[in-house]
């Protein structure tokens, strides 16, 4: 008799696997990683004591409600309780989410290239996912979008800066595209990025939220706020949503040690921000450097840049990691490289000239 493998559901078998930035090495010569968006500056001293007392109580389940960070995001955004819900990052409530709303036969759309995860946590519900690409300056194509709505969509993403080209959306338009989607089809705008942003015509999706009973804004602790190893996100969402997305988290997902540290980094800010306003000074001096090299860049308004190097994606990324930073790839559209330190950027920025040359860019 022939010994049989268990079944899996088929709709498994094109979901695409999630590649994580690769880390700097830990001996040899690459020293850095600009390759997940990660915040370079290790936890603010009053964060760590906080997240370390709480490693104290491991023997324990979390408070499975985040009562404590529920109440504190309540005041900090001026939302009720009931329209929060928390997950293991942004990305665990983005799955909760398209749980919440789409199945087989239904579809989700979103721009494309767009942040890695949105494809899959479609594909593993069983629902279609619906790719819309950017226009030719990197930019979500909004109309594109709202022509993609059909009876069976479902839900539909709007990442706002888009990663990896940290392009934005602006109100008009945003205002606009909302109008044309119909009431019962959610609209998340997903901002882990938002901290980064100086253009003055974005908007702040929670203003869209209070008067749109379809819009979803979804946040994260782990960019500007730098607490991506702890695995913390949230949405605010009109009830009934938020209740769902409760529904369909993992329960107890959010660790006692991430909701000590989000409450505490929330009662930091003003120290936060400082190290956000010296990421996008960085940032500038990347853009400007890039510039003056000849780079073609789109706006971007998040903790990273893009160069569109198409065919040379690969051979730009090994070049950047002999010089010890470590890039993301996104072959074959081009190199998403995450502002970092000071030195790194430095190092970044002296690879791309000499590859621009090299390469008679
Ligand atoms: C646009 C966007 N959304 C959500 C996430 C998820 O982040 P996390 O799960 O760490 O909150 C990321 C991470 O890179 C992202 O780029």
């Given at each position: 008799m022939t010994e049989k493998t268990p079944r899996l559901r088929p709709a498994l078998d094109d979901v695409p696997t999630y590649k994580p930035g690769r880390p700097a090495a830990k001996d040899g010569p690459v020293a850095y990683k600009l390759s997940a968006n990660e915040n370079p500056y290790p936890p603010l001293p009053g964060v760590l004591e906080g997240a370390v007392a709480a490693v104290g109580q491991l023997n324990r389940y979390p408070d499975m409600a985040c009562a404590g960070l529920m109440a504190e995001l309540a005041d900090r955004f001026d939302v009720p309780i009931s329209h929060l819900a928390t997950g293991t990052g942004s990305v665990g409530v983005a799955q909760q989410l398209v749980q919440a709303t789409a199945g087989p036969g239904d579809e989700v759309i979103f721009p494309w290239r767009s942040f890695e995860a949105y494809p899959i946590v479609v594909q593993v519900a069983g629902a279609t996912p619906v790719?819309?690409?950017?226009?030719?300056?990197?930019?979500?194509?909004?109309?594109?979008?709202?022509?993609?709505?059909?009876?069976?969509?479902?839900?539909?993403?709007?990442?706002?800066?888009?990663n990896p080209t940290g392009t934005v959306v602006h109100t008009a338009e945003l205002e606009a595209f909302l109008d044309r989607v119909p009431s019962d089809v959610l609209v998340v705008l997903d901002e882990a990025y938002i901290e980064f942003i100086r253009d003055a015509d974005v908007p702040n999706g929670i203003d869209l939220y209070r008067t749109r009973p379809n819009v979803c804004v979804l946040r994260t602790f782990s960019?500007?706020?730098?607490?991506?190893?702890?695995?913390?996100?949230?949405?605010?969402?009109?009830?009934?949503?938020?209740?769902?997305?409760?529904?369909?988290?993992v329960p107890f997902g959010v660790t006692q040690v991430a909701q000590e540290a989000a409450v505490l980094s929330l009662r930091s800010e003003k120290e936060l921000w400082e190290r956000v306003d010296a990421l996008v000074a960085e940032r500038a001096r990347v853009v400007e450097g890039l510039l003056a090299q000849g780079w073609p860049l789109s706006d971007t308004q998040a903790n990273f840049v893009w160069l569109r190097l198409g065919e040379h994606t690969e051979a730009f990324a090994a070049a950047c990691e002999r010089a010890g930073v470590i890039v993301r790839p996104f072959a074959p559209d081009g190199v998403r490289i995450t502002i970092g330190e000071t030195d790194a950027n430095t190092i970044f920025l002296r690879v791309a000239g000499e590859f621009r040359k090299e390469m008679s860019l």
């Amino acid at each position: 008799m022939t010994e049989k493998t268990p079944r899996l559901r088929p709709a498994l078998d094109d979901v695409p696997t999630y590649k994580p930035g690769r880390p700097a090495a830990k001996d040899g010569p690459v020293a850095y990683k600009l390759s997940a968006n990660e915040n370079p500056y290790p936890p603010l001293p009053g964060v760590l004591e906080g997240a370390v007392a709480a490693v104290g109580q491991l023997n324990r389940y979390p408070d499975m409600a985040c009562a404590g960070l529920m109440a504190e995001l309540a005041d900090r955004f001026d939302v009720p309780i009931s329209h929060l819900a928390t997950g293991t990052g942004s990305v665990g409530v983005a799955q909760q989410l398209v749980q919440a709303t789409a199945g087989p036969g239904d579809e989700v759309i979103f721009p494309w290239r767009s942040f890695e995860a949105y494809p899959i946590v479609v594909q593993v519900a069983g629902a279609t996912p619906v790719p819309v690409a950017l226009t030719e300056d990197d930019r979500h194509d909004l109309d594109a979008m709202a022509a993609a709505i059909t009876e069976r969509t479902r839900l539909i993403f709007v990442c706002n800066p888009n990663n990896p080209t940290g392009t934005v959306v602006h109100t008009a338009e945003l205002e606009a595209f909302l109008d044309r989607v119909p009431s019962d089809v959610l609209v998340v705008l997903d901002e882990a990025y938002i901290e980064f942003i100086r253009d003055a015509d974005v908007p702040n999706g929670i203003d869209l939220y209070r008067t749109r009973p379809n819009v979803c804004v979804l946040r994260t602790f782990s960019k500007a706020y730098g607490l991506a190893g702890l695995r913390v996100g949230f949405a605010i969402a009109h009830e009934p949503v938020a209740a769902a997305l409760r529904k369909t988290a993992v329960p107890f997902g959010v660790t006692q040690v991430a909701q000590e540290a989000a409450v505490l980094s929330l009662r930091s800010e003003k120290e936060l921000w400082e190290r956000v306003d010296a990421l996008v000074a960085e940032r500038a001096r990347v853009v400007e450097g890039l510039l003056a090299q000849g780079w073609p860049l789109s706006d971007t308004q998040a903790n990273f840049v893009w160069l569109r190097l198409g065919e040379h994606t690969e051979a730009f990324a090994a070049a950047c990691e002999r010089a010890g930073v470590i890039v993301r790839p996104f072959a074959p559209d081009g190199v998403r490289i995450t502002i970092g330190e000071t030195d790194a950027n430095t190092i970044f920025l002296r690879v791309a000239g000499e590859f621009r040359k090299e390469m008679s860019l």
